[in-house]
């Protein structure tokens, strides 16, 4: 019997974007996306797993990038075209809480958007908790984080579900045993849930 489900944040709960914040920055201020490729690569990945400050990194990118206003202005830039949810889905989270199944998040980010998406975007009132690769330390490319989430929930790996949109992490969770969904749509998951037992039609 799942017990508690795991959602993915980009992709599944909140809605996947036209274009990645690095496509979208390159289009609006009229730059190659490689230029951000060595920030992505680095010292994002960095903050994503809480090894080092966004806030205190983006500086040193700003004139290659050619960004002439604050820190706090470039994130709201950034996470203000990423913060659309899939009401559908929210709608099935709702059912699975109301069914007694524990909903978690489950997302790969640093601090200030984990922050952004939990307090302004209002995950906090649809989710009972987060694990954010920014907390534990480790992103869902690797078993940690999911040893991490089944010792923090106290629930047997084989009855924590965990939905998301990349297979690659699907496989990695399925490789500590929980169970797994991969996300194309609402409708879809909608119908798995169904076929598994665990919602009603």
């Known amino acids: 019997m799942i017990k508690v489900a795991l959602f993915d944040a980009d992709g ?3 809605k996947k974007r036209m274009a990645p914040f690095s496509a979208r920055y390159a289009t609006d201020f009229g730059i ?3 230029v951000l490729t060595e920030f992505y690569k680095g010292d994002y990945q960095l903050s994503a797993t809480g090894k080092a400050d966004i806030k205190e990194i983006l500086p040193k990118y700003f004139s290659q990038w050619g960004w002439m206003k604050s820190v706090d202005e470039l994130l709201e830039y950034w996470f203000a075209a990423e913060r659309e ?3 559908e889905v929210l709608s099935l989270v709702s059912r699975l809480r109301n069914k007694g199944v524990r909903c978690h998040l489950a997302t790969d980010n640093e601090k200030y958007r984990a ?3 939990w ?3 209002g995950l906090k009132d649809h989710f009972d908790r987060k ?3 920014c907390e534990l330390g480790v992103k869902k490319s690797d078993r940690e984080f999911f040893a991490k989430a089944i010792s923090e929930t106290g629930i047997a790996a084989g009855e924590i579900l965990f939905i998301d949109d990349d297979q690659k992490n699907l496989d990695v969770a399925g490789n ?3 169970a797994t969904m991969l996300f194309i749509d609402a409708n879809i998951l909608r ?3 169904v076929s598994s037992g665990i919602i009603s039609s």
């Open 12 to 14: 599944v709960v909140i």
């Open 32 to 34: 190659s996306p490689d």
């Open 176 to 178: 500590v045993d929980l």
């Open 115 to 117: 922050a952004d998406l």
């Open 85 to 87: 949810t899939d009401n």
């Open 131 to 133: 694990f954010v690769s």
């Open 191 to 193: 119908q798995k849930l």
């Open 119 to 121: 307090e302004n975007v």
